[in-house]
């Protein structure tokens, strides 16, 4: 395999026209035969850069509406035969094919059209046949084929033909290789998953994972990490595809964070009241549902002020100038919204650090689709859980019944205990967190530490006894034991919600019974790790 090859005859297929002209031109300079098809042609043309049409080479038109253009020997061939092969050489000289040493192809815009809710017919003809034909054989044959897929490539082969007097050099021609299978097995992607669009939870047996890279980072979650934000097909509204307004731009942590955090926010429904989320390293900080959303950020922020210094704010409905004023009084790292008005952009731009996010919508907690971690050697996937704590039927365990308020607190506890780490405990009262365990190996450290944190933040906003006096208590998963039980009862919870499933059920009701607790079992657990 040669280090350099010549580029004397390129085609050139292109969907997006962004700097076609002047690249064809600076071909045209170094002496090189351009041929071309369709709309792409007839840009050449009217640039007056001389052009071939393919069906010209290949003695056959395009037909069913440009659908068959370069499915053809006189193409394929000429992308792969391999120069140095005389049995090649043979059989292109035998059936008069002439080599095609550069392959310029973007593909048809399908990620484009279903992004823009394009009827199925319409989607479907914009799957691109040709273009993924064309480009695989020429990077298969990329010791002597150089291939392009991306407008941003260009300068990159005008500069390798330019040091190498009209030829490119194999580590170009590699590096553009490879870029050129990831583009198509991200369009493969793209396309697999609309074709499972009305089947989002289910697991073929070929899962297909696609993304285009929309921002480069300094760094991941550590220094020594590289980092990159990929975007998919899809457009559930959140950090990913949201309009950064103000502030510097986001880190690894930052978007980890922030959707955790509008995720969180999004599950509370705005005609019951706004709703804030604090979240910090994952996991919220402090959460509430309120008639103003002033009222929300205070009571979400009293929860734990210490650990929301830092954190990431998000909201359920349109932040306001009130809002703002209050959110940006201590320091924060992220807001993210639906939407803001004028006098809230204008005091968060007084914060030039802050960024601000808005979503121009709230994620739908109940859309299904998939969750994916990597592990060593493959990845795990799941369908997203989607049960929120509305839809499910409660059964009273204990001999005494929550009251009216009781319920509200325990569906509320029991949709935060959702998003916080396993193992999980949440206390709350009157439709704000008041204190938050995660992420410990038992349940019983969980929930000292909610106990802890509430007794802590009362301290803070100067009151008498602990927050989570006269609360309840939610349990992402069963209580093993009644001590866990038991830690949230002497805390002062007077209610709790979890599954239940566990083989001492019976044990952990009696404990509820003797402590005078209402329980309610759930039926299902939120694990989240």
């Known amino acids: 395999m040669s280090d350099l090859a010549p580029i004397r005859r390129a085609l050139l297929s292109v969907s997006d026209k962004q700097d076609l002209v002047p690249f064809a031109r600076k071909l045209a300079e170094h002496g090189v035969t351009i041929l071309s098809t369709g709309g792409t042609a007839r840009a050449l043309k009217e640039a007056d850069i001389a052009v071939t049409d393919v069906s010209d080479v290949t003695g056959f038109p395009e ?282 952009k204008a005091l968060v731009a007084k914060k030039k650090n802050l960024r601000l996010l808005l979503t121009g919508g709230l994620a739908d907690p109940r859309t299904a689709g998939h969750a994916i971690r990597t592990v060593a050697g493959g990845f795990l996937v799941q369908g997203r859980d989607t049960l929120e704590a509305e839809d499910i039927n409660l059964t009273v365990a204990t001999k005494i019944a929550p009251t009216d308020a009781q319920m509200r607190d325990l569906r509320f506890a029991f949709k935060v205990a959702k998003h916080v780490k396993s193992n999980a405990i949440v206390y709350a009262k009157d439709g704000a967190t008041v204190g938050v365990g995660a992420g410990q190996m038992n349940r019983l450290d969980s929930s000292r530490i909610a106990a802890m944190k509430a007794a802590e933040a009362a301290e803070t906003a100067g009151l008498d006894q602990s927050l989570a006096i006269g609360s309840v208590v939610a349990s992402d998963a069963f209580f093993p034991f009644p001590d866990g039980l038991l830690a949230a009862a002497e805390a002062g919870a007077t209610a709790v919600i979890q599954p239940g499933g566990s083989m001492r059920d019976d044990a952990v009701i009696q404990a509820a019974d003797e402590a005078g607790l209402a329980m309610v079992l759930t039926g299902v657990r939120h694990f989240r790790h």
């Open 63 to 344: 037909i069913m509406d440009g659908r068959v253009k370069t499915l053809h020997p006189k193409v394929h061939g000429g992308l792969l035969a391999v120069r140095a092969n005389g049995e090649h050489q043979a059989a292109m000289a035998e059936q008069n094919i002439e080599p095609i040493d550069l392959l310029v192809v973007n593909l048809y815009p399908f990620e484009a059209t279903v992004a823009a809710d394009a009827d199925a017919a319409t989607v479907i003809e914009n799957i691109d046949i040709g273009g993924p034909a064309m480009i695989r054989a020429a990077a298969k044959n990329h010791g002597d084929v150089t291939v392009v897929t991306a407008p941003e490539d260009y300068q990159t082969v005008l500069d390798d033909l330019a040091a190498h007097d009209g030829q490119t050099s194999l580590a170009t021609r590699t590096s553009l290789a490879g870029k050129a299978y990831a583009r198509t097995a991200a369009y493969d992607a793209a396309v697999a998953a609309w074709f499972a669009r009305d089947t989002p939870d289910a697991l073929p047996t070929h899962v297909t994972l696609g993304g285009t890279k929309a921002l480069d980072m300094r760094y991941g979650e550590n220094p020594h990490q590289a980092a990159a934000l990929y975007l998919t097909g899809e457009k559930r509204p959140g950090v990913a595809r949201a309009d950064l307004v103000q502030g510097k731009p986001l880190s690894f942590n930052n978007i980890n964070d922030a959707d955790a955090a509008f995720e969180l926010a999004s599950s509370f429904d705005p005609a019951a009241g706004p709703a804030i989320a604090i979240i910090k390293h994952a996991n919220p900080c402090g959460i509430a549902q309120q008639e103003t959303l002033e009222e929300a950020y205070a009571l979400a922020l009293r929860c734990d002020p210490v650990s929301a210094f830092g954190g990431i704010v998000a909201m359920n409905t349109m932040l306001t100038g009130t809002a703002a004023a209050k959110i940006t009084e201590i320091f924060t790292e992220v807001i993210i919204a639906p939407d803001a008005d004028d006098e809230a």
